[in-house]
T-cell receptor, first 114, second 113 residues
């Protein structure tokens, strides 16, 4: 089955700890994205990557870091510098360019930091 | 940054009533997409509109893209309980490239049986 997997589904951490969220896709998509979703806030873009070894900051990149060493994988690290890390994190991917701009989303990781 | 405004934020309807959500951008969009997120789930792509004035239908759902390509709407006829969820519009702003979508905040639809 082709798709996007995110793990774990629920994650609990203590304040001050860094935590890495996993995102893997087997859709052969070039572009990958990380969004944060808070109640009533919609989806806000954290980072995106158009190609391996390259990524760009989105609207709310502060306190987050990413890497794109493989086409299939785009892990997100939530650092201790992120002031309000508790949220629902969604990873997405899409084909590069062309008229098809649809994004495919993973099931999400719900992070709780106390 | 670019913004897409979406209203209303919440809508409660009786089953069988119609529902409409609206999106508006201050700048021209190259295209707009609509997604549905069921409670506890993740956004799922519904449709993409590209042409000025475009209208597309999916069963009871009708999607429109404005003539100026700055606004869009989703209309559901005779809602059912299966329509429950949050509907998001997401736009590509002209000149921004094909990689970055700007999402509206969504309209959360509740259907009372």
């Amino acid at each position: 089955d082709g798709g996007i997997t995110q793990s774990p589904k629920y994650l609990f951490r203590k304040e001050g700890q860094n935590v890495t969220l996993s995102c893997e896709q087997n859709l052969n998509h070039d572009a990958m994205y990380w969004y944060r979703q808070d109640p009533g806030q919609g989806l806000r873009l954290i980072y995106y990557s158009q190609i391996v070894n390259d990524f760009q900051k989105g609207d709310i990149a502060e306190g987050y870091s990413v890497s794109r060493e493989k086409k299939e994988s785009f892990p997100l690290t939530v650092t201790s510098a992120q002031k309000n890390p508790t949220a629902f994190y969604l990873c997405a991917s899409k084909t590069a360019g062309g008229e098809t701009y649809e994004q495919y989303f993973g099931p999400g990781t719900r992070l709780t930091v106390t | 940054g670019q913004q897409v405004m979406q209203i209303p934020q919440y809508q409660h309807v009786q089953e069988g009533e119609d529902f409409t959500t609206y999106c508006n951008s201050s700048t021209t969009l190259s295209n707009i997409q609509w997604y549905k997120q069921r409670p506890g789930g993740h956004p799922v792509f519904l449709i993409q509109l590209v042409k000025s004035g475009e209208v597309k239908k999916q069963k009871r759902l009708t999607f429109q893209f404005g003539e100026a390509k700055k606004n869009s709407s989703l209309h559901i006829t005779a809602t059912q309980t299966t329509d429950v969820g949050t509907y998001f519009c997401a736009g590509h702003h002209s000149g921004a490239g094909s990689y970055q979508l700007t999402f509206g905040k969504g309209t959360k639809l509740s259907v009372i049986p």
